[in-house]
T-cell receptor
Framework: DAKTTQPPSMDCAEGRAANLPCNHS???????VYWYRQIHSQGPQYIIH???NNETNEMASLIITEDRKSSTLILHHATLRDTAVYYC???????????FGAGTTVTVRA | GAVVSQHPSRVICKSGTSVKIECRSLDFQATTMFWYRQFPKQSLMLMAT?????????EQGVEKDKFLINHASLTLSTLTVTSAHPEDSSFYIC?????????????FGPGTRLTVL
């Protein structure tokens, strides 16, 4: 019962912005959108989360559509170290479990 | 962000033996920790939720007698794989819920690579 849909893979040129889409058309009002990434053979790393407003931190920006049915994670000025699997997850405030889908494998190329 | 450690990072054992994996929150207290398993080229699968001072809650299909979880303190949870077999070889990852943050984000450990011969 996947709650999110992401493209399986994408390439990005080093130094350019990477835009990672995520569809979550069945998201409910109390569910947040979370993004994590997993570099090969490491544990996942928290990136950012949001409810309905766009969010930005030192790692990325999160753009959520007005109807909240989709979002985009933006990696500004991607580096080779950003090569990883990126997971988009929806989670309610009442349920602390994270359900990981297949994610998007992002490869940053020099 | 908060730091979670795991020990050991890699373990190789013989079939039939038991292996204990530790998960520690280093700079915060975690009343809830989670254990995941990840097979090669697959995503993370939640195995169980570990609550300090109480029994763990296992996901459907996870054998609680095979994967023993103990959460004896606010900074330590352990996963013991009993009578390990080659099919238990996997990447085991824990996470801890940080209560101090507004939204209780989970922070993940670096993972433990288990190989059962």
């Amino acid at each position: 019962d996947a709650k999110t849909t992401q493209p399986p893979s994408m390439d990005c040129a080093e130094g350019r912005a990477a835009n990672l889409p995520c569809n979550h058309s069945t998201i409910s009002g109390n569910e947040y959108v979370y993004w994590y990434r997993q570099i090969h053979s490491q544990g996942p790393q928290y990136i950012i989360h949001g409810l309905k407003n766009n969010e930005t931190n030192e790692m990325a920006s999160l753009i959520i559509t007005e109807d909240r049915k989709s979002s985009t994670l933006i990696l500004h000025h991607a580096t080779l170290r950003d090569t990883a699997v990126y997971y988009c997850i929806v989670r309610s405030t009442n349920d602390y479990k994270l359900s990981f889908g297949a994610g998007t494998t992002v490869t940053v190329r020099a | 962000g908060a730091v979670v450690s795991q020990h050991p990072s890699r373990v190789i054992c013989k079939s039939g033996t038991s292996v204990k994996i530790e998960c520690r929150s280093l700079d915060f207290q975690a009343t809830t920790m989670f254990w995941y398993r990840q097979f090669p080229k697959q995503s993370l699968m939640l195995m169980a939720t570990s609550n300090e001072g109480s029994k763990a809650t296992y996901e459907q299909g996870v054998e609680k007698d095979k994967f023993l979880i103990n959460h004896a303190s606010l900074t330590l949870s352990t996963l013991t794989v009993t009578s390990a077999h080659p099919e238990d070889s996997s990447f085991y990852i824990c996470s801890a819920r940080e209560l101090r943050t507004a939204y209780n984000e989970q922070f993940f450990g670096p993972g433990t690579r288990l190989t059962v011969l």
